[in-house]
């Protein structure tokens, strides 16, 4: 081949691959402006309320009841609770497994601020049974971090005595 033809092809070549370079640049800071278009375009607005009604009478029961010697924490995800970063584990997916996850309250040791016990008002949903077996998760979990979980299907139905008796069962549970 003559040297013109091959000057040739190598400028076509870097011609071609200049300009498939700076699409897929363009293209990548095109996606990027579209995803904070995207986010900027995200509205909220502020809940009325974080717990329902049930979950709301059974927090000022617990703080009646509790408020004296625990802080009472509603809605608490599982990340703010457990570490997820162990040795030995994908901690990516360890905290996905969990986020998304929580209890209905924790009780805080007032002189710590370490939990001493999360607490699961459970109701009809808890029936199904992909709930239940996140349930049986949520309850392995805990088990295995040491902290205690306490359920309540009806404390409506329960005395004070029952209720608290609940409790300390489980924080006194190893």
Same mark, same amino acid.
């Given at each position: 081949?003559?040297?013109?033809?091959?000057?040739?092809?190598?400028? !076509?070549?870097?011609?071609?691959?200049?300009?498939?370079?700076?699409?897929? *640049?363009?293209?990548?800071?095109?996606?990027?402006?579209?995803?904070?278009?995207?986010? &900027?375009?995200? %509205?909220?607005?502020? /809940?009325?309320?974080?717990?329902?009604?049930?979950?709301?009478?059974?927090? /000022?029961?617990?703080?009646?009841?509790?408020?004296?010697?625990?802080?009472?924490?509603?809605?608490?995800? !599982? &990340?703010?609770? *457990?570490?997820?970063?162990?040795?030995?584990?994908?901690?990516?997916?360890?905290? %996905?497994?969990?986020?998304?996850?929580?209890?209905?309250?924790?009780? *805080?040791?007032? +002189?710590?601020?370490?939990?001493?016990?999360?607490? +699961?008002?459970?109701?009809?949903?808890?029936? &199904?049974?992909?709930?239940?077996?996140?349930?049986?998760?949520? +309850?392995?979990?805990?088990?295995?971090?040491?902290?205690?979980?306490? %359920?309540?299907?009806?404390?409506? /139905?329960? &005395? %004070?005595?029952?209720?608290?008796?609940?409790?300390?069962?489980?924080?006194?549970?190893?």
């Amino acid at each position: 081949m003559d040297k013109t033809y091959i000057i040739i092809i190598i400028a !076509l070549v870097i011609l071609v691959a200049a300009d498939f370079a700076s699409r897929k *640049l363009f293209a990548v800071k095109q996606t990027d402006d579209e995803e904070e278009i995207k986010k &900027s375009t995200y %509205r909220y607005f502020a /809940k009325s309320y974080i717990m329902t009604q049930r979950e709301n009478e059974f927090f /000022k029961q617990l703080n009646d009841m509790l408020g004296g010697k625990w802080y009472i924490i509603p809605q608490v995800h !599982l &990340s703010a609770l *457990l570490n997820h970063k162990v040795k030995g584990q994908n901690w990516n997916a360890a905290f %996905r497994h969990i986020n998304g996850k929580s209890v209905d309250y924790v009780l *805080l040791s007032k +002189e710590t601020g370490k939990p001493v016990c999360a607490i +699961e008002l459970d109701d009809a949903s808890h029936d &199904s049974k992909s709930r239940a077996e996140r349930d049986a998760e949520v +309850e392995r979990i805990f088990k295995a971090a040491n902290i205690p979980l306490a %359920r309540f299907r009806n404390p409506e /139905k329960m &005395s %004070r005595q029952e209720i608290v008796s609940v409790i300390a069962k489980a924080v006194k549970a190893p």
